[in-house]
């Protein structure tokens, strides 16, 4: 089932004609360090519509959207403030607006940020939140600066036409609480998927499960999704992940009888739908509190894999976490470390990158020290379970990010039932 659908100016098969050299590949963010996960207040939005004179306006007032300030500078131009929930953050500025006038109009929109962010996500444009489109870059320009020795970019200003019609804006795909519902909701359809509420966020949305599989829990899976809200690829590519888990074809079967795999897709609803541009409602990274679980967010997942582990006494094999960044990436365990189904995974991102002419899986291994700040470390070294951090890029043609997903789950049933 597909809820999203994405016009691009890239095709799968650019995507899968790019050759990656090692010394080419992106070396992947620095190593993760531990950080305090109490909670920490966070600036709220003030949501409404604004009008912003000769029949113009601007809202935010929808979940998913980020708006912090806006002022009509001129006949032409419009000012958009975004700020993020609290600081320090990661520079990852999620935005997002609707806009609209009672005759049509050029209008520039530039994108503001405060002084310690940059411009991360390039403008998505879509008339009806289903199909989104890549603004075309003849229509935007950027200003730059140099951090140290990389330039990023300061700011953004777009050309859009406005009229009666909402043009939606967003960072990335418009993808809310609402919209996970709806697929959650497909994948009901089948007996063999069931969902249940393992806790609730800090504003009191659910946090939901789905098992998928008529196994006896002996062998489980775990996978999440959207720790960090605006990592819309990572979700897509769980999506297709799961659908091909939950697929007709004979090896799914022999998978979903022998396993069952538990899944969260949305770890992190208050975060998402606030427009958050990485932390929870508590202003907290969930992938830095695996180890002191402060959030109830993490809290849930920890609870439901033990007790699921004590009352079936069975074993979690394998576990994933579906993220996004500046380039795919895998973070794995170091491989000399064995759990309980060793080489698991370096096998299963063998023969992934075997699928596609041409292409090279990144792999960066994450040090062997045993702490659990993040997720993957702590399905690893609490539950023996082989896992890894799924990474998409942001700009990953979207076609290529559904396949890619699809093969890994592919790969992995076949793995697993050897």
Not at 80 to 104: C, D, R, V
Not at 168 to 195: C, M, P, R, Y
Not at 385 to 410: H, L, M, Q, W
């Amino acid at each position: 089932m597909r809820f999203i659908k994405i016009i691009s100016s890239f095709i799968l098969t650019a995507s899968l004609l790019v050759a990656y050299s090692q010394d080419k590949q992106w070396k992947g963010q620095a190593a993760i360090k531990k950080v305090k996960t109490n909670n920490l207040p966070i600036q709220q939005q003030f949501k409404g519509t604004f009008s912003l004179g000769d029949s113009v306006f601007l809202s935010n007032d929808y979940d998913g959207a980020r708006m912090n300030g806006v002022a009509r500078t001129n006949d032409t131009l419009v000012t958009i403030l975004i700020t993020s929930e609290n600081q320090p953050i990661n520079p990852s500025p999620w935005y997002g607006f609707k806009i609209w006038s009672a005759t049509s109009k050029q209008l520039s929109i530039k994108l503001s940020y405060h002084e310690n962010a940059f411009h991360r996500y390039y403008p998505k444009l879509s008339h009806d939140r289903v199909d989104w489109q890549s603004l075309d870059s003849m229509k935007y320009q950027t200003i730059m600066k140099t951090i140290g020795e990389r330039e990023f970019t300061e700011s953004l200003t777009m050309q859009v036409t406005i009229n009666p019609d909402t043009l939606w804006i967003s960072a990335q795909e418009l993808i809310t609480s609402l919209q996970v519902k709806k697929w959650t909701s497909g994948l009901l359809s089948n007996d063999f998927v069931t969902q249940s509420s393992i806790g609730t966020s800090n504003e009191g949305k659910p946090i939901n499960v789905l098992k998928i599989g008529s196994s006896d829990d002996q062998k489980m899976l775990i996978i999440i999704s959207r720790q960090h809200p605006p990592e819309v690829t990572g979700f897509l590519a769980m999506q297709s992940f799961i659908e091909m888990i939950c697929s007709d074809t004979a090896l799914a079967k022999r998978f979903r009888a022998e396993y069952n795999t538990y899944v969260v897709p949305l770890m992190n609803p208050d975060g998402v739908d606030n427009g958050h541009w990485r932390h929870n409602f508590g202003g907290v990274d969930l992938n830095r509190d695996w180890e002191s679980f402060n959030q109830p967010e993490t809290s849930a997942i920890r609870d439901f894999m033990r007790d699921k582990v004590d009352s079936s006494n069975g074993k979690f094999y394998f576990g994933a976490d579906f993220h996004s960044t500046w380039q795919d990436i895998f973070y794995t365990i170091t491989p000399d470390l064995k759990g309980n189904m060793p080489g698991l995974v370096p096998d299963v991102i063998e023969a992934l990158g075997n699928e596609f002419p041409n292409y090279i899986p990144n792999i960066r291994p994450s040090p062997g020290t045993g702490n659990k700040i993040n997720s993957t470390a702590f399905f690893f070294f609490e539950h023996g379970a082989e896992s890894f951090t799924y990474e998409v890029g942001d700009n990953t043609p979207r076609d290529f990010v559904r396949k890619k997903g699809e093969v890994t789950a592919i790969k992995l049933m076949e793995r697993m039932l050897k």
